[in-house]
Protein backbone atom coordinates (compact mmCIF):
# COMPACT_ATOMS: atom_id res chain seq x y z
CA UNK A 1 0.00 0.00 0.00
CA UNK A 2 0.94 3.78 -0.51
CA UNK A 3 -0.52 6.68 1.41
CA UNK A 4 -0.34 10.07 -0.34
CA UNK A 5 -0.71 13.42 1.65
CA UNK A 6 -1.36 16.67 -0.44
CA UNK A 7 -0.25 20.11 1.01
CA UNK A 8 0.20 23.98 -0.46
CA UNK A 9 -3.21 24.46 -1.94
CA UNK A 10 -4.79 27.72 -1.20
CA UNK A 11 -6.50 30.87 -2.73
CA UNK A 12 -4.33 32.72 -5.26
CA UNK A 13 -4.66 35.61 -7.41
CA UNK A 14 -4.86 35.61 -11.47
CA UNK A 15 -0.96 35.62 -12.54
CA UNK A 16 0.40 34.22 -9.61
CA UNK A 17 2.56 31.08 -7.85
CA UNK A 18 1.60 28.34 -5.61
CA UNK A 19 4.04 25.15 -4.96
CA UNK A 20 1.77 21.77 -4.18
CA UNK A 21 3.81 18.85 -1.76
CA UNK A 22 2.60 15.20 -1.92
CA UNK A 23 4.12 13.40 0.68
CA UNK A 24 4.45 9.23 0.53
CA UNK A 25 4.68 7.01 2.53
CA UNK A 26 4.17 3.19 2.56
CA UNK A 27 5.63 0.71 0.01
CA UNK A 28 7.10 3.21 -2.38
CA UNK A 29 9.91 1.47 -3.52
CA UNK A 30 7.53 -0.34 -5.66
CA UNK A 31 6.01 3.39 -7.27
CA UNK A 32 6.88 3.18 -11.23
CA UNK A 33 5.76 7.25 -11.68
CA UNK A 34 3.69 9.78 -9.31
CA UNK A 35 1.91 12.51 -10.44
CA UNK A 36 -0.76 15.64 -10.48
CA UNK A 37 -4.24 15.73 -11.70
CA UNK A 38 -7.29 17.50 -10.93
CA UNK A 39 -10.78 17.97 -10.96
CA UNK A 40 -12.86 20.94 -11.45
CA UNK A 41 -16.40 21.34 -10.48
CA UNK A 42 -19.08 19.17 -13.11
CA UNK A 43 -16.05 17.90 -15.13
CA UNK A 44 -13.61 14.41 -15.50
CA UNK A 45 -10.56 14.16 -13.37
CA UNK A 46 -7.62 15.37 -15.65
CA UNK A 47 -3.87 14.76 -15.96
CA UNK A 48 -1.91 17.55 -14.94
CA UNK A 49 1.57 15.75 -14.90
CA UNK A 50 3.57 13.12 -13.91
CA UNK A 51 7.08 11.94 -13.52
CA UNK A 52 8.31 8.72 -13.69
CA UNK A 53 10.81 6.83 -11.29
CA UNK A 54 13.66 7.60 -14.00
CA UNK A 55 12.70 11.43 -14.12
CA UNK A 56 10.63 11.25 -17.52
CA UNK A 57 8.31 14.20 -17.06
CA UNK A 58 4.73 14.83 -18.74
CA UNK A 59 2.62 17.51 -18.96
CA UNK A 60 -0.88 18.25 -20.12
CA UNK A 61 -0.89 20.93 -23.16
CA UNK A 62 -2.89 23.70 -20.86
CA UNK A 63 -0.40 23.93 -18.07
CA UNK A 64 3.07 23.50 -20.28
CA UNK A 65 5.48 25.99 -19.72
CA UNK A 66 3.65 27.46 -17.16
CA UNK A 67 3.57 24.23 -14.36
CA UNK A 68 6.47 22.53 -13.21
CA UNK A 69 6.67 18.70 -11.27
CA UNK A 70 9.70 17.59 -9.35
CA UNK A 71 10.42 14.67 -6.99
CA UNK A 72 12.79 13.90 -4.17
CA UNK A 73 13.37 10.57 -3.90
CA UNK A 74 15.67 11.38 -0.67
CA UNK A 75 12.19 12.47 0.98
CA UNK A 76 9.74 10.46 -1.28
CA UNK A 77 8.01 13.88 -2.16
CA UNK A 78 7.00 15.27 -5.19
CA UNK A 79 5.89 18.45 -6.02
CA UNK A 80 4.14 21.20 -8.34
CA UNK A 81 5.29 24.48 -9.21
CA UNK A 82 2.52 26.76 -10.75
CA UNK A 83 3.54 29.70 -12.66
CA UNK A 84 1.40 32.87 -14.10
CA UNK A 85 -2.43 31.00 -12.73
CA UNK A 86 -5.11 31.27 -13.95
CA UNK A 87 -8.91 31.06 -13.30
CA UNK A 88 -9.63 28.12 -15.45
CA UNK A 89 -6.63 26.18 -13.07
CA UNK A 90 -9.41 26.12 -10.14
CA UNK A 91 -9.78 22.35 -9.23
CA UNK A 92 -9.19 20.10 -6.36
CA UNK A 93 -5.79 18.69 -6.95
CA UNK A 94 -4.75 15.05 -6.59
CA UNK A 95 -1.26 13.30 -5.80
CA UNK A 96 -1.17 10.49 -7.61
CA UNK A 97 1.13 7.01 -7.39
CA UNK A 98 1.12 4.39 -9.71
CA UNK A 99 2.49 0.36 -9.24
CA UNK A 100 3.02 -1.78 -12.17
CA UNK A 101 1.85 -5.17 -11.20
CA UNK A 102 1.97 -8.57 -12.86
CA UNK A 103 -1.09 -7.67 -14.80
CA UNK A 104 -2.68 -4.76 -13.86
CA UNK A 105 -1.42 -1.20 -12.98
CA UNK A 106 -2.53 -0.27 -9.36
CA UNK A 107 -2.85 3.77 -8.71
CA UNK A 108 -3.21 5.54 -5.56
CA UNK A 109 -4.76 8.39 -4.70
CA UNK A 110 -4.36 11.18 -1.75
CA UNK A 111 -7.36 13.09 -0.38
CA UNK A 112 -6.55 16.34 -2.64
CA UNK A 113 -6.11 19.45 -2.34
CA UNK A 114 -7.99 22.85 -3.60
CA UNK A 115 -6.49 25.19 -5.64
CA UNK A 116 -8.31 28.64 -6.36
CA UNK A 117 -7.49 31.45 -8.51
CA UNK A 118 -9.64 34.25 -8.70
CA UNK A 119 -9.28 36.79 -11.26
Known amino acids: QVQLVESGGGLVQAGGSLRLSCAAS????????MGWYRQAPGKQRELVAT???????NYADSVKGRFTISRDNAKNMVYLQMNSLKPEDTAVYYC?????????????WGQGTQVTVSS
Open 96 to 108: NAKRQGPLVTYDY
Open 26 to 33: GSIFSINA
Open 51 to 57: ITSGGRK
